[in-house]
């Protein structure tokens, strides 16, 4: 995962054959609807990276051996490994200094949940790292890790056929620029979740995107292990995720928000002085998360990590058939409307194949999704309140409650933190 993110900024900049721009453009042009450079993406996952072209599916032969060229063809050099480090600085610089504290409490929480392991792992570069990065290090890293059974080539709105030609093409027996060496030194380790605490205290007092001082906030995230992708669980747990729903004060309204979720209703709308609780469910190919995360006031914060609490305690009680076909229909409907973009819809088959070896079609999980019914929802929850919590926390914790006080509130029946009394305050 360390030289993952030098890969990925390194892709779609300077690695091609066609060194000149203008020799791109002659290539590209042929292929692409308004004559433009098309849309080029890379995307980093905690478990995949995707490169992806979007252009005319006249260009398709062009366009996978592009695609290919990039893959298995990158220069690397010194100059750019040099200018990617100074990219990767600054974007651990911006990480720090964002106030959307999303992206680094999801990185905790994975760091908290699985100790040392597989996901747990830095999915952001480290900084003591970044200098240790050459160019012997990312072809180690792409010799291991950048083989066929790892690969899969995902199309939409191109003949499969033609498809399988480009592959045969551009894919079958090219030497790739580190050799044809084979891979010797992969992790196949299966995530090992340890639960656990990380923090970070910091002064969140000056943190704006304008000359509106935004509130100082203690972000904190509380995750119980629930299922992989694989598991007949993973749809009832997508179904308990949107029932919890959630969202900020501050987040976009309009139809669909999901006003009627247990966070809004349990949470939001009754304690003015949370600014955020939102439910997450991150699940891989061998693990799963399921994680809330809340914001409120540094002196309130003991008050709110009760009130999160008491909500992971409740999942395992009654689900009420209003809320719960609510939260199928809302799921469905997220499905189909993602996968009307077609973007979507070749991530969507890439990461299913690449992990199942086939994919589901949408109307096959449309009727897992209604399927489910409440006492699935409860099992799962059940089965998920046994394990030992995942804690995230960020900003001022001085009133943080301990993370064995966090445990046995998870595991009372009704949420609450121990009592505690100071003969001083």
Avoid at 29 to 56: E, I, N, P
Avoid at 124 to 135: G, L, Q, V
Avoid at 330 to 335: A, F, K
Avoid at 338 to 365: C, W, Y
């Amino acid at each position: 995962m360390k030289q993952n993110i030098l890969v990925e900024l390194l892709t779609f900049w300077k690695n091609w054959h066609f060194r000149l721009l203008l020799d791109l453009t002659a290539k590209m042009k042929f292929c692409l609807r308004w004559k433009s450079m098309g849309v080029f993406v890379t995307a980093r996952h905690q478990d995949t990276t995707m490169y992806a072209v979007s252009a005319d599916s006249k260009g398709l032969d062009t366009v996978v051996g592009l695609l290919a060229d990039v893959v298995l063809q990158p220069r690397l050099t010194d100059e750019e490994v040099e200018m990617t480090r100074m990219a990767v600085q600054f974007e651990l610089e911006d990480l720090n200094m964002r106030p959307d504290p999303e992206p680094l409490l999801t990185e905790m929480i994975h760091e908290a949940a699985y100790r040392e392991n597989t996901v747990g792992l830095h999915r952001f570069c480290p900084a003591e790292n970044i200098a240790k990065m050459s160019r012997e290090v990312l072809h180690s890293y792409l010799r291991n890790y950048y083989t066929p059974d790892r690969m899969v080539l995902a199309g939409v709105g191109v003949e499969h056929q033609l498809l399988v030609e480009c592959a045969r093409k551009y894919l079958l027996g090219v030497q790739p620029a580190w050799g044809s060496v084979e891979a010797v030194d992969v992790d196949r380790s299966v995530a090992q979740y340890t639960g656990g605490i990380a923090k970070v205290e910091r002064d969140m007092s000056n943190v704006s995107l304008g000359p509106t001082p935004i509130p100082e906030l203690t972000h904190i995230m509380v995750g119980l292990e629930s299922c992989s992708f694989l598991e007949e669980d993973f749809i009832p747990f997508a179904v308990l995720n949107m029932m919890m729903g959630g969202g900020g004060s501050f987040s976009a309204g309009g139809p669909g928000k999901g006003m009627f979720s247990r966070l809004y209703l349990n949470v939001l709308n009754r304690h003015h002085w949370m600014y955020n609780a939102t439910s997450y469910h991150h699940s891989y190919e061998d693990t799963g998360l399921l994680c809330i995360h809340a914001s409120a006031d540094p002196r309130q914060v003991r008050e709110m990590v009760e009130i999160i609490t008491k909500e992971f305690i409740l999942m395992s009680g009654t689900v009420d058939a209003v809320e719960l076909e609510r939260a199928k229909t809302q799921l469905t409907s997220m499905l189909m409307m993602n996968l009307e973009s077609r973007p979507v819809i070749f991530e969507d088959v890439g990461r299913q194949v690449l992990a199942t070896r086939s994919r589901k079609l949408p109307h096959e999980l449309c009727t897992l999704i209604r399927n489910v019914k409440p006492e699935d929802v409860k099992r799962v929850a059940s089965k998920m309140l046994r394990g030992k919590p995942a804690v995230a926390a960020l900003g001022d914790l001085t009133n943080l409650p301990t993370y064995e006080h966090i445990q046995t509130a998870l595991s009372s029946k009704d949420g609450r933190l121990p009592r505690t009394y100071r003969l001083f305050r």
